[in-house]
């Protein structure tokens, strides 16, 4: 902690946390920036044939909304620490605060709460298995973890009953089955037969050991969370660590600038111009060419007085004494004026 406390009054601390925000900001902004662009993208396809109206459903929705969150806030923290706005910066902290929160929130939420969480994940894959062939995007998605974790469905394989096409009263070729995606995989390699789950809705699992995977992908996604702790923990850092690195730049380059504020070596330019100053009246010299940073003494220039004129070298005056040869006579007293007093001089003489 003392460390700290001796780095912040560095300006190398200064501008080491400014552009580390700045860089921070950039990085996040042009992620979110793609994310959108890429979610626009995949919402125009799928308004061609739109048939999905929930947000789990609508992959392509969760990016744009997610695309625009990061590139606002990113935006607003970019602009905050370029132009040393505290308010920007307040506005950022607070976002990534409550961001990180309601995470965290939810995540405890859904530990707690593990049943109803998976109901409700059930009841949404369930909503997209019905229109699984209509839906390119979830249809992707839901192929890549059947595929990746070795399930069907989103709480068992009966869960693709609720499909048109693999409804058992139907009469197409996948009438009463499931996706090749579900199916065993026995070899590295091997040629799927896209018909491998024909008939396989009105098996049991004992039946259908070796030829479709029986497991539903919620708790298939649950085991391969709890058997990988390290993994899963990664995952979890990956999405935090960079938000809790976000609001630890954010709100120590929040208290420089709070500090630099209220430092008796800082002048606000807002005050100087309600009071009538102009920059020109200012000096700049060091305030760096964000002109923020504190300088001793303050931006005011000192003004410059006129020294006071040197005094005139005066000639001294002579005073010469001059002689007299001539005495003064005694004066008579009866010679006075009536009322008048004797003068120094003439009690001298009378002495």
């Known amino acids: 902690m003392g460390r700290y406390e001796e780095w912040k009054n560095k300006i190398w601390f200064y501008y080491f946390v400014k552009f580390s925000l700045n860089v921070y900001s950039m990085l996040f902004s042009l992620l979110g920036l793609f994310v959108l662009c890429v979610g626009i993208y995949a919402e125009v396809e799928r308004q061609k044939n739109r048939t999905l109206e929930g947000v789990f459903l609508a992959p392509a929705v969760v990016l744009i909304l997610l695309g625009l969150v990061m590139f606002t806030v990113s935006v607003v923290g970019m602009v905050g620490s370029l132009r040393d706005n505290k308010t920007l910066l307040h506005m950022f902290l607070c976002v990534l605060s ?5 995470q965290a929130l939810g995540l405890i939420i859904a530990l707690i709460f593990e049943k109803k ?3 409700l994940f059930q009841r949404s894959i369930r909503e997209g298995i019905k229109h699984y062939y209509d839906d390119l995007d979830f249809k992707n998605i839901l192929d890549f973890v059947q595929e990746k974790f ?8 009966k869960d693709w009953g609720v499909n048109q096409y693999h409804h058992c009263n139907g009469t197409g070729p996948l009438a009463c089955g499931v996706p090749y995606t579900c199916c065993v995989r026995h070899q590295v390699g091997e040629v799927i ?8 809705l009105t098996e049991q699992r004992e039946v259908l050991d070796g030829v479709i995977h029986v497991r539903g992908c919620i708790h298939a996604v649950n085991l391969w969370m709890a058997d990988n702790i390290a993994a899963t923990i990664g995952i979890c850092c990956a999405v935090g660590l960079p938000q809790l690195l976000g609001i630890i730049l954010s709100c120590m380059f929040w208290n420089l600038l709070v500090e630099m504020s209220e430092s008796s070596d800082m002048v606000d330019f807002k005050i100087l111009k309600r009071v009538g100053f102009e920059y020109s009246d200012l000096d700049l010299t060091g305030a760096g060419w964000c002109m923020c940073l504190p300088r001793e003494g303050g931006y005011l ?4 007085t006129e020294p006071d004129p040197e ?6 005056i002579k005073l010469e004494m001059v002689q007299s040869d001539e005495l ?5 007293p009866e010679a006075l004026e009536p009322g008048a007093a004797i003068g120094m001089d003439v009690v001298d003489n009378r002495i």
């Open 328 to 332: 003064p006579t005694e004066t008579p």
């Open 98 to 102: 409550v961001l990180l929160a309601l």
């Open 311 to 316: 005094p005139q070298d005066f000639e001294p």
């Open 301 to 304: 220039r000192v003004p410059v």
């Open 150 to 157: 070795s399930c069907c469905g989103g709480d068992e394989y």
């Open 117 to 119: 969480t998976s109901a």
């Open 193 to 200: 037969n896209t018909l491998c789950g024909y008939k396989t």
